[in-house]
C-alpha cells in the first residue's frame, strides 16, 4: 500500500498533527497523483470540529486539491503520467442514478463520496484528504487543469469557484441583471469576480465598512454595508438575485426585500435552521423564490476552471507551509485571511 504523509484531526478538540497513513493500491479507474497544492476551506475546520455532527477520526481535511499524475489504472483513457490536475469535494458516487447521469453528482440519491470523511464504496474505508502528499482518485473525479492556469489560485476553484459558479449559471445570470453578493470571504470574492464575468452589476453587501474599498477592488460595482438602515432602505426591491455566502445562522428577510418581484435568493454558505424566521410576506407578495446550491457536478467544475483561464479570473491566496496548519485555522475563524490560504504541500516532506 502506497505510503502517504500529512497532517490529520484526532478529535474534534485536538489541534492538526503530523500524520502518516496508507492510500490505497490503485484500482483499474484510478488515478495516483502527487499533491502540489492544497486550499483551506472554512468546511474543513468546520468537519475537523464536528460542528455538523458527521466527523470521523482520525481525518485528513483537504478538497481543494492541485496535483500532478503519477500513475494511472489499466482502463484510465483521460490522464497520464505528468499530467497538472484537480480534484475537488468529491470522489466518488453511485454513478447510476438520474443526478449522476445528468453529471450532478453532488445531488446523487444515494450520496456523494466526499474527499475526506466518508466511507469508500468498494472496501468501505475513510476518505482522506488533501491536507498530504499523495491521493488516489477514480478518474471520473479528477479535473483537468488548463493550460496556462496559476495552480495555487487554482486550488479553491474547485470549491469556492464552483460553489459560487454553479447557482449563476443554473438561475441564469446574465447581462444586465443586477446580482447582490452577501458576505467578502473566500466564498463571496469568487462570488463578486464570476458574476462580473457574466455581465451583471454587482454589489457587495457587508457588515464591515473596512470591506468597501477590498469589493471594489475585486470589482463589485457598488458596495452596502449592511447594518447600516438607510444604505438597505435605498436598495429595496431593486435585485434579480442574491447571493449569499454568509456560513452561519443570519436574517435573510431584509436581503429578500432588497429583491425585485420574481427574484431569488440562493444559499450557498448556511447549512444550519434560518434564525430568525424567513417571514412570508417577503415570499408571498413578490413571488420571490429563496433557494439553495451545493457545490457543482464534474462537468460543470472542469466548465469553471476553463471559464477562469479563458477569462483570466484567480482566487485571491496566501501561501502557507503545511506546519502553520493551526494558525492560519485560527486566523481563518477570525476572518483575516485575503482570501484562502493554500497549502504548499512541498512542505510536508519537512514536517512528517
Not at 491521493?135 to 487543469?145: C, N, P, Q
Request: charged share 25%; hydrophobic share 40%.
Amino acid at each position: 500500500m502506497p505510503q502517504a504523509k500529512g497532517y490529520a484531526a484526532h478529535s474534534a478538540e485536538s489541534p492538526l498533527t503530523p500524520y502518516a497513513f496508507e492510500r490505497r493500491e490503485p484500482r483499474a479507474d484510478d488515478v495516483a497523483i502527487e499533491i502540489l497544492y492544497c486550499g483551506v476551506c472554512h468546511s474543513d475546520l468546520h468537519f475537523a470540529r464536528d460542528d455538523w455532527g458527521m466527523a470521523s477520526y482520525p481525518v485528513v481535511p483537504g478538497h481543494e486539491i492541485v496535483g500532478r499524475v503519477t500513475g494511472v489504472g489499466s482502463e484510465v483513457s483521460n490522464f497520464k503520467e505528468g499530467d497538472l490536475v484537480g480534484v475537488g469535494c468529491m470522489v466518488d458516487s453511485c454513478r447510476h442514478c438520474q443526478a449522476c447521469n445528468d453529471g450532478l453528482e453532488q445531488y446523487c440519491a444515494e450520496g456523494f463520496v466526499m474527499t475526506y470523511g466518508s466511507p469508500d464504496r468498494h472496501d468501505g474505508s475513510l476518505t482522506q484528504g488533501g491536507y498530504s502528499d499523495k491521493v488516489t482518485v477514480s478518474e471520473r473525479f479528477v479535473l483537468r487543469m488548463p493550460e496556462g492556469i496559476d495552480l495555487k489560485s487554482a486550488a479553491p476553484l474547485l470549491c469556492a469557484g464552483i460553489t459560487t459558479y454553479s447557482p449563476l449559471k443554473h438561475y441564469g445570470v446574465k447581462p444586465g441583471h443586477k446580482v447582490g453578493v452577501i458576505g467578502m470571504g473566500g466564498l463571496g470574492h469568487m462570488g463578486v469576480k464570476l458574476a462580473k464575468a457574466f455581465g451583471a452589476e454587482v454589489t457587495l453587501f457587508t457588515r464591515s465598512q473596512s470591506k468597501v474599498d477590498e469589493a471594489r477592488s475585486n470589482g463589485a460595482d457598488h458596495v452596502v454595508v449592511s447594518t447600516d438602515e438607510e444604505q438597505m432602505a435605498a436598495i429595496a426591491e431593486t435585485f434579480d438575485f442574491m447571493l449569499d455566502t454568509v456560513p452561519v445562522p443570519h436574517d435573510v428577510n431584509p436581503y429578500l426585500q432588497a429583491l425585485k418581484y420574481d427574484g431569488t435568493h440562493i444559499l450557498v454558505g448556511q447549512l444550519q435552521p434560518l434564525e430568525p424566521a424567513v417571514e412570508g410576506v417577503n415570499l408571498i407578495f413578490r413571488r420571490r423564490v429563496l433557494a439553495g446550491s451545493l457545490i457543482g457536478g464534474i462537468p460543470e467544475t472542469q466548465e469553471v476552471l476553463d471559464f477562469c483561464a479563458e477569462k483570466g479570473i484567480a482566487c485571491d491566496v496566501e501561501m502557507i507551509d503545511i506546519k502553520d496548519i493551526n494558525t492560519a485555522w485560527e486566523r481563518m475563524q477570525k476572518g483575516d485571511v485575503r482570501y484562502r490560504f493554500v497549502i504548499d504541500m512541498a512542505s510536508v516532506k519537512d514536517a512528517v
